[in-house]
C-alpha cells in the first residue's frame, strides 16, 4: 500500500491527507472527511467523485449568492440618487413659487420627477443587473471548466451585428437617456423640437409623446431631435410688438403701454405671474405707415401667451380711450 501510495504521490508521506487525497494542498473537506475517518479508501473517493463537485457547487452558490446581494445593493443605490437627483433639480424658490403661485402646477411637477426618476432608474437598474448577474454568470462557467473564449467570441461578434442592425434604436435610447440625465424636458413642458411644437404627455428612453394646440398626439423618436426649444423652464417673456400708425406721438403711446403693462401687473389675477416690472423698449420698427413699439414681460414659465392676450386687450382698450389709432404695419 506505501508503495502504491509512494508511486502516485511522490511527494507525499503515507497516512498524510496530502497522500491520500492526491493533492499537494487538499481541501478542508478533504482534510476533514480523513481526519474524522481515518479510511484511506473512503477518503480516496471521496477526494475523486465528491470533493470537487461539491466545492464546485459551494463556489457556484456563494458566487449567485454574492451577486443577487451586489445587485440589490446596486438596485437601492440606484434608486435612491436617482429620487434625491430628480427632487433636485428645483431650487427652494422655484418650489416654493410652483405651491403658492402656478394653479397646477405641483402636481405637474411631481409627475414629471417621479416619472423621470422611474425612467432613470429603471434603465441603470437594468444595466446594474446585466453587469453583475453577467459577470457572476461568466465566473460560475468558468468554475464548471467550460471554456470561455468561444463564447465571448461569438458574444461580440452577435453584439456588433444587434447593434448595427439597430443602430436607430441605440442612438434613440442614449439620446433619451442623456435628455434626461440632462433634465432638458420634462412632462408638462410646451416644446419645439423643429417637427412639431406642444406640450410634453409622456417621456421614455426611446420617444417623445407630445400635443399640440390643435389636439394632435405627436411621437417623436429622441435620436430625431436635434434640437429642443423649452418654454417652461424657470420663467418666460412675453413679448409684444404694437403697430400704431406713424404720426402718433411715439412717447405718448410708450406711456400709455407702460401704464396699461403695470396696471397689469398690478392687477389681483396677474401678479403673481408678472416676475419684474413690465418694460417699454421703445420703436422696433418702422413699417410703412407704422410705427412697431415694443413691449415686454418677464412671467412665469408657460404663462407667456396667456399673458400676452390679456396685455393685448387691454392695450386696445387704452387706445381707444386715448384715441390712438392701431396700423397694419407693411409686409
Known amino acids: 500500500m506505501s508503495l502504491a501510495v509512494a508511486a502516485f504521490v511522490p511527494w507525499a508521506e503515507e497516512g498524510t491527507p496530502e497522500a491520500v487525497c492526491g493533492d499537494p494542498t487538499p481541501s478542508t473537506s478533504c482534510r476533514l472527511v480523513w481526519n474524522i475517518s481515518q479510511h484511506t479508501g473512503f477518503t480516496r473517493f471521496y477526494s475523486t ?19 443577487m446581494i451586489l445587485r440589490r445593493i446596486a438596485h437601492r443605490m440606484i434608486t435612491n440618487v436617482t429620487v434625491r437627483m430628480a427632487e433636485g433639480t428645483m431650487t427652494e424658490r422655484a418650489r416654493e413659487r410652483s405651491r403658492t403661485v402656478f394653479e397646477g402646477t405641483p402636481a405637474v411637477l411631481n409627475k414629471r420627477r417621479a416619472q423621470r426618476a422611474q425612467t432613470l432608474g429603471s434603465v441603470l437598474r437594468s444595466i446594474a443587473s446585466v453587469l453583475i448577474l453577467g459577470t457572476a454568470a461568466f465566473s ?9 473564449a468561444p463564447i465571448l467570441a461569438s458574444a461580440s461578434v452577435i453584439g456588433v451585428a444587434v447593434g448595427f442592425g439597430a443602430q436607430n434604436i441605440v442612438k434613440d435610447l442614449l439620446a433619451g437617456l442623456f435628455m434626461l440625465l440632462e433634465d432638458q424636458y420634462g412632462v408638462g413642458d410646451f416644446i419645439d423640437v423643429g417637427t412639431a411644437k406642444g406640450t410634453v404627455e409622456a417621456v421614455t428612453l426611446r420617444v417623445t409623446r407630445m400635443r399640440d ?26 413679448v409684444l410688438d404694437i403697430p400704431v400708425d406713424i404720426n402718433e406721438n411715439t412717447e405718448k403711446v410708450k406711456d400709455i403701454l407702460q401704464s396699461t403693462a403695470d396696471v397689469l401687473a398690478a392687477d389681483e389675477g396677474w401678479k403673481d405671474f408678472v416676475l419684474e416690472p413690465p418694460s417699454v423698449w421703445g420703436v422696433q420698427a418702422l413699417a410703412g405707415d407704422a410705427l412697431v413699439i415694443r413691449v415686454v414681460l418677464k412671467t412665469a414659465p408657460g404663462k407667456q401667451g396667456d399673458i400676452a392676450r390679456e396685455l393685448r386687450e387691454r392695450v386696445k382698450h387704452a387706445f381707444d380711450e386715448a384715441g390712438v389709432t392701431v396700423a397694419t404695419p407693411a409686409p
Open 49 to 67: 467523485w465528491l470533493d470537487r463537485p461539491i466545492s464546485t457547487l459551494i463556489l457556484v452558490v456563494i458566487t449567485f449568492v454574492i451577486a
Open 140 to 148: 460560475i462557467l468558468g468554475s464548471l471548466g467550460l471554456n470561455l
Open 213 to 238: 394646440v390643435d389636439g394632435v398626439v405627436w411621437y417623436v423618436p429622441n435620436g430625431e431631435i436635434k434640437k429642443v426649444g423649452n418654454e417652461s423652464q424657470n420663467w418666460g417673456r412675453a
